[in-house]
């Protein structure tokens, strides 16, 4: 088990293109879960997939984001036209739980990205 | 919207000294995580505290849910320079849906 893994760990993109991030979780997670974090704050929540079911995604994900778990393996998480506003540490996480009730989050490293 | 508070933001001290973060809320969880993150690392699960009231204690953490489960805490005795990191609480959504609401996290730095 080589824990969640994340694609690229950094990535630097110009204003206006587009960027698609991957993401690996524990095998047999059967939730996925996309964050975004800026310097010194803590993450906040952007989508969630139980198994390849997108169940949520937050009102601060525009219609730029777009995230998909094919399958319920992997995930990507692509957002289009990228603003500077978007530079941030994307991170993913796994677990596997029904309910919430001591529910382990399993964390990648994340994706930094930077937006000139 | 369901938001957590932490304090204080930041916190410097010396090895040895004990301290808490806090964790507070207007709203009701059904639990109650603390995470601890490296620079350059995703946060790492520390504990998890489930029913009002409830302590836990890591080593030399100690965490409490509070009663009414709108606010928690973390306390630290002796604390050392492998302590440094930024402390994350993350509260389980009650609204329906399975989601983490991350608080704004606590920055300590224990010196030498």
């Known amino acids: 088990d080589t824990g969640v893994s994340q694609d690229p760990r950094h990535k630097i993109t110009k204003r206006g293109q587009n960027v698609t991030f991957r993401c690996d979780p524990i095998?047999?997670?059967?939730?996925l879960y996309w964050y975004r974090q800026t310097l010194g704050q803590g993450p906040e929540f952007l989508t969630y997939?139980?198994?390849?079911?997108?169940?949520?995604k937050s009102r601060l994900l525009s219609d730029r984001f777009s995230a998909e778990r094919p399958k319920g393996s992997f995930s990507t998480l692509e957002i289009q036209r990228t603003e500077q506003g978007d530079s941030a540490m994307y991170l993913c996480?796994?677990?596997?739980?029904?309910?919430?009730?001591?529910?382990?989050?399993?964390f990648g490293s994340g994706t930094q990205l930077s937006v000139l | 919207t369901q938001l957590l508070e932490q304090s204080p933001q930041f916190l410097s001290i010396q090895e040895g000294e004990n301290l808490t973060v806090y964790c507070n809320s207007s709203s009701v969880f059904s639990s109650l995580q603390w995470y601890r993150q490296e620079p350059g690392e995703g946060p790492v699960l520390l504990v998890t505290v489930v029913t009002g009231g409830e302590v836990k204690k890591l080593k030399r953490l100690t965490f409490q849910f509070g009663d009414a489960r709108k606010d928690s805490s973390l306390h630290i005795t002796a604390a050392q320079p492998g302590d440094t990191g930024l402390y994350l609480c993350?509260?389980?959504?009650?609204?329906?849906?399975?989601?983490?609401?991350f608080g704004t996290g606590t920055r300590l730095k224990v010196l030498a």
């Open positions: 996480a796994s677990s596997f739980a029904f309910g919430l009730t001591n529910e382990k989050l399993f």
């Open positions: 993350a509260g389980a959504s009650t609204s329906g849906t399975y989601k983490y609401i």
């Open positions: 095998s047999e997670h059967n939730r």
């Open positions: 997939f139980q198994n390849e079911a997108q169940l949520e």
